[in-house]
């Protein structure tokens, strides 16, 4: 009998190509599906987003079907089942169609509704092409900003302010108040279009157990919610500032605040501080608005005294000016009391209110509010709608619910302490590694404001602390005069731990004696 040569069998999705074939599909569903088990999305996530991805762009043709669940789970070296999953949704999503005994192709009526003609467009001719430069009339990217590192993280000894402590975020808390929003009573109340509107809860909450802490007792129509603090300083200079607009700014200051109000005034006046802060006196009179941030000076945390808060309230009667009032970082008093807000003592209606609720929490929560008149309220809100409507609803509500839950409260309590052994860290290191250096006493908030002598460039100091992974931030950015002094610069420690401080501070106390001069 004849015997012929066994065929082995067919493993399984492989071509007639042998395993040369095999492996050059592999390699091409690999290269198209990109998973990264570090990334912060689940692979189940991430198959699916670059399916539809795969789908939309017209990659996968419509008449082949996938790879079976098998085959692509060994190709891509995740589970069967995530695969499977994956499928059986997109399917019932309409993006690809299920065929019995055949697999699952791309939905040819999801691949028809990509634009079609997609190549690349020819580079305009150069007689053509718009000057851009010319057509631009503000030029915001030329002000001097405060920079900070986008990859701060990385450093060793980040004296960053501003910016998150991941192990003091209260994500269980934030968690179930976001699960609440997404269920009950609230389920998809959020998902509406509020028009000029804010969340009622929201409001009820910051009239009931915010502003009362700050002294202030105010109605739902006086209260409007911003994204953040820093979009209630451009809504009030859109609103109430024009070309003749006298302005009165701190300086040193926020130099946001100052650009902001460039915008719609060139009448800008910087205000001289002391060990109170601001300077009363003569520059006051002309002025038809005063920024200024009392409880915790922006950037040089002095606290004003009640006699010099009475007193300014007493100037804006005197001079017949306003009062926008940038309630800084006073939900973080190492006292446990915080001050009152000068707008507690106003009698007259002259103090405009700004504060932030998630600046200490999150600040990419980015939520603030106003307090001011009814009628003052009513322009911005109308104005409010012209820019972005409202702030997003669904962050208000669960906002509010952390509020109502009493997770907010006790999370500044424990921020406090945290905060109140990392300054007592911080001030012990300076008079021991720095002690040419000068800063005002802190009793709350999140950073230290150092003046140097007068040899002292900071920026300098902060290119090389950065070589030896410690940042720092120069404070030149926050005076308004032209050249600024280069002898300051702020320490946050709202992202750094108390031992990484005192090491940073020992560092850096060696690249300040380098600047020192020769005797």
């Known amino acids: 009998m004849?015997?012929?040569?066994?065929?082995?069998?067919r493993r399984p999705d492989q071509s007639k190509a042998g395993h040369g074939g095999r492996r050059r599909t592999q390699v091409l569903w690999?290269?198209?599906l990109n998973l990264r088990p570090t990334s912060a999305l689940t692979l189940q996530a991430q198959l699916r987003a670059q399916l539809i991805a795969a789908i939309g762009a017209g990659s996968l043709p419509a008449q082949k079907a996938l790879p079976s669940s098998r085959a692509l789970a060994a190709q891509l070296g995740i589970a069967r089942n995530t695969v499977t999953i994956v499928y059986q949704q997109l399917a019932e999503d309409g993006y690809l169609t299920a065929r019995r005994r055949q697999g699952y192709y791309p939905n040819p009526a999801v691949m028809a509704q990509r634009p079609r003609g997609l190549v690349a467009r020819l580079a305009p001719e150069?007689?053509?092409?718009?000057?851009?430069?010319?057509?631009?009339?503000?030029?915001?990217?030329?002000?001097?900003?405060?920079?900070?590192?986008?990859?701060?993280?990385?450093?060793?000894?980040p004296f960053i302010y501003g910016q998150l402590d991941r192990n003091l975020f209260p994500a269980a808390e934030w968690r179930a108040s976001c699960q609440q929003v997404l269920s009950g009573n609230d389920a998809l109340d959020w998902a509406q279009d509020r028009f000029t509107r804010d969340d009622p809860l929201l409001l009820e909450q910051i009239r009931d157990k915010v502003l009362p802490l700050r002294g202030i007792w105010a109605t739902a129509e006086q209260i409007l919610v911003t994204i953040g603090a820093q979009h209630a300083l451009y809504l009030l200079a859109d609103l109430l500032f024009d070309a003749q607009t006298?302005?009165?700014?701190?300086?040193?200051?926020?130099?946001?605040?100052?650009?902001?109000?460039?915008r719609r005034t060139s009448r800008l006046r910087p205000l001289a501080l002391d060990e109170s802060g601001l300077r009363l006196g003569p520059a006051l009179s002309g002025c038809h608005f005063v920024y200024s941030t009392p409880s915790h000076q922006s950037?040089?945390?002095v606290t004003m005294p009640m006699d010099r808060r009475l007193e300014l309230l007493t100037e804006a009667e005197r001079h017949d000016f306003l009062?926008?009032?940038?309630?800084?970082?006073?939900?973080?008093?190492?006292?446990?009391?915080?001050?009152?807000?000068?707008k507690s003592l106003d009698r007259g209606n002259r103090v405009i209110y700004v504060g932030s609720l998630t600046k200490s929490l999150a600040p990419g929560l980015r939520l603030g509010y106003i307090v001011a008149p009814t009628a003052l309220i009513g322009e911005l809100r109308a104005l409010r709608r012209l820019m972005i409507r409202h702030p997003t609803a669904f962050i208000e509500r669960s906002f509010a619910r952390f509020l109502a839950l009493g997770y907010y409260d006790t999370f500044n309590r424990r921020l406090a302490a945290a905060y109140r052994e990392r300054a007592q860290v911080l001030a012990e290191s300076l008079e021991r590694h720095l002690p040419g250096l000068r800063h005002p006493p802190v009793t709350g908030g999140s950073s230290f404001w150092i003046e140097g002598p007068g040899w002292l460039d900071a920026r300098q100091?902060?290119?090389?602390?950065?070589?030896?992974?410690?940042?720092?931030?120069?404070?030149d950015v926050h005076f308004a005069d032209d050249p600024p002094p280069l002898n300051c610069f702020r320490l946050g420690f709202s992202s750094i731990a108390a031992p990484a401080i005192r090491e940073g501070i020992r560092r850096l106390g060696p690249l300040v004696d380098r600047q020192r001069p020769a005797r």
Do not use: C, M
Not at 130 to 154: C, F, G, N, T, Y
Not at 246 to 262: L, Q, S, T
């Open 246 to 262: 006298e302005v009165g700014i701190e300086n040193p200051g926020y130099p946001d605040a100052r650009h902001i109000f460039a």
């Open 126 to 157: 150069a007689g053509f092409a718009p000057d851009w430069v010319a057509r631009i009339a503000h030029r915001p990217s030329l002000q001097r900003h405060i920079s900070k590192d986008p990859d701060w993280e990385q450093y060793a000894y």
């Open 30 to 32: 690999q290269q198209l």
């Open 461 to 475: 100091l902060a290119e090389e602390a950065r070589a030896e992974r410690i940042l720092i931030e120069p404070g």
């Open 299 to 301: 950037p040089t945390t």
């Open 323 to 342: 009062i926008i009032e940038d309630d800084y970082e006073t939900e973080v008093s190492f006292s446990g009391l915080p001050n009152p807000a000068l």
């Open 2 to 9: 004849k015997v012929g040569r066994k065929t082995p069998p």
